[in-house]
């Protein structure tokens, strides 16, 4: 079993940066593939970045490559995602899921939340222009 606690989330301006974490607990987690997904207002959840226990795969959506990078810290159990140069468009609750690595059969299973078991509870992130 592996509960997440997402954290640093907030309110900032266009350009800004802020950093999410996700603390876990649970003995798994550190063999665990981490994704983060984010929900804007009236849609649908996305995802936007996945670290994998595979090779060092890390995946990113086309619209946060080169601004957002995600990474791990197994000695804390935390996961976190660096968002730097932050446009209105990414304004979204953001949530990081946790997932067996027997889940994901290929690169594209990452992208996908049904492949994840394990969910944070979510956080605000608010970009004004």
């Known amino acids: 079993q592996v509960q997440l606690v997402d954290s640093g989330g907030g309110l900032v301006q266009a350009g800004g940066s802020l950093r999410l974490s996700c603390a876990a607990s649970?003995?798994?987690?550190?063999?665990?593939?981490v994704g983060w997904f984010r929900q804007p207002p009236g849609t649908e959840r996305e995802f936007v970045a996945a670290?994998?226990?595979?090779?060092?795969?890390?995946f990113y959506t086309d619209s946060v490559k080169g601004r957002f990078t995600i990474s791990v810290d197994n000695a804390k159990s935390t996961a976190y995602l660096q968002m730097n140069t932050l446009k209105p468009e990414d304004t979204a609750v953001y949530y990081c899921?946790?997932?067996?690595?027997?889940?994901?059969?290929?690169?594209?299973?990452?992208?996908?939340?049904?492949?994840?078991?394990?969910w944070g509870q979510g956080t605000q992130v608010t970009v004004s222009s």
């Open positions: 649970g003995r798994r987690f550190n063999s665990y593939a």
């Open positions: 899921a946790a997932g067996d690595p027997r889940a994901y059969l290929t690169d594209s299973d990452y992208y996908f939340s049904n492949r994840y078991g394990y």
């Open positions: 670290f994998t226990r595979s090779g060092g795969k890390i």
